[in-house]
């Protein structure tokens, strides 16, 4: 198997398993605006940018964007615009950033990057492009971006850099071992205990929060 059949193949098995995890993991954060929901298909989608640069996590985005439209969302096209805006301004600019220096500083760089892309990117998508497909005043989602948009979004970002962080070693690991990664591939090293207690203690932290804006806690 060459290096292009090993790249769609990972790519192809990194996009399904994103769809998967989207599909079962889907929940809202704010009881105020259950639309807004968390799923961790944006981790998958980082990992392929991480392993093979910001083009892969592009192509899975809309791949898994393009079947969750036809399959499980509400929203249609604009909803899928909005999916793939948010999944490549977070994962796209984590891998960029990852890309230039492959170093555990540059996938820190790259993950804190993609955290306030997303965020920034998404409250101006949000004003543009909810009152559209949601049938709501301008004004009223205006009202929403800085209280709901932007938390969910720090929210969400925070769990996905959490994640990719600690899931990140492993994957390559295990796709070395397969074959389908190249055992010289230069990687940062992420495997300093206390390291993972930070993406750890980001993830509890989130975590947390959603359980109080549930009323759980």
């Known amino acids: 198997m060459n290096d292009k059949t090993k790249k769609i193949t990972t790519l192809a098995m990194l996009s399904a398993i994103a ?26 989608i980082t990992l392929g940018g991480l392993i093979w640069g910001p083009l892969s996590s ?32 977070f994962a796209c600019t984590a891998a ?22 997303m965020a920034a990117v998404m409250v101006l998508w ?21 209280p709901v948009f932007l938390p969910f979004n720090l929210l969400k970002a925070g769990l996905n850099a959490g994640f990719t962080f600690l899931l990140y070693k492993p994957i390559v ?10 055992m010289s591939q230069n990687d940062g090293k992420h495997g300093n205990v206390g390291l993972i207690l930070v993406p750890a203690a980001v ?15």
Do not use: H, W
């Not at 004003?127 to 929403?144: K, N, S, W």
């Open 19 to 44: 769809y998967i995890v989207m599909y079962v993991g889907r929940f809202s954060i704010f009881p105020a605006a259950p639309f807004l929901k968390y799923d961790p298909k944006d981790v998958i």
């Open 58 to 89: 592009f192509v899975v985005s809309v791949l898994v964007s393009v079947v969750e439209m036809v399959t499980v969302s509400e929203t249609g096209p604009l909803g899928c615009i909005m999916n793939i805006i948010s999944s490549c301004s």
């Open 96 to 117: 960029y950033v990852y890309k230039k220096k492959r170093t555990l500083k540059g996938a820190v760089a790259g993950l804190i990057a993609g955290s306030l892309a």
């Open 126 to 146: 949000n004003y543009l492009i909810t009152p559209i497909y949601m049938g709501t005043p301008r004004d009223v989602v205006a009202g929403m971006l800085l």
């Open 173 to 182: 690991k295990a796709l070395r071992k397969s074959g389908l990664v190249a």
């Open 203 to 217: 993830i509890a932290t989130c975590v947390l929060i959603i359980l109080s804006m549930q009323g759980i806690i």
